[in-house]
């Protein structure tokens, strides 16, 4: 299931992936339309001039709410643990935790708190990111037979 400019049906409280690099892709929740204008919630780092990544954290971030076109042209649905946790209701809970949460300071960790955590975090009350645990699953291994070859 390839990232194409055919869309689904967007239903708030949905996750949505935009594609990134060929490591990391960008994750935020559809919140619904405004006049018309489709919007996305997602963590941002908010300012270009302080964007200083320093050990893949932020301490300038937070939770935006965009149109769905500035955050990105290609994206698709990407609501994979809704086999394992059901999600959770976008009015009751989501929306509003999202209108609080942008009032407030965060801090982004690309290990610990990345844009895709805070949203399997919003749609399911559960933090996940499956880009890290690849990313993991990648470098694990690698530094494992760096430890057995210096045993040697």
Known sequence: MG????????????????????????????????????????????????????????????????????VGKKYKVRNYMDDKHPPRDFYVLIKPEIDEIMTKPITFDILFNNSEHQATMLRYGVKKSEQIEKVYSKIVPTWKDLFEKKKI
């Open 3 to 70: 990232l194409n400019n055919s869309h689904p049906k967007l239903y708030p409280g949905d996750i949505l992936e935009f594609p990134g690099n060929s490591y990391f892709s960008h994750f935020g929740v559809y919140y619904g339309e405004r006049d018309g204008v489709p919007y996305v919630a997602h963590l941002t780092i908010r300012d270009s001039d302080t964007k200083l990544l320093l050990f893949g954290r932020a301490i300038n971030a937070s939770v935006k709410l965009d149109p769905l076109d500035l």
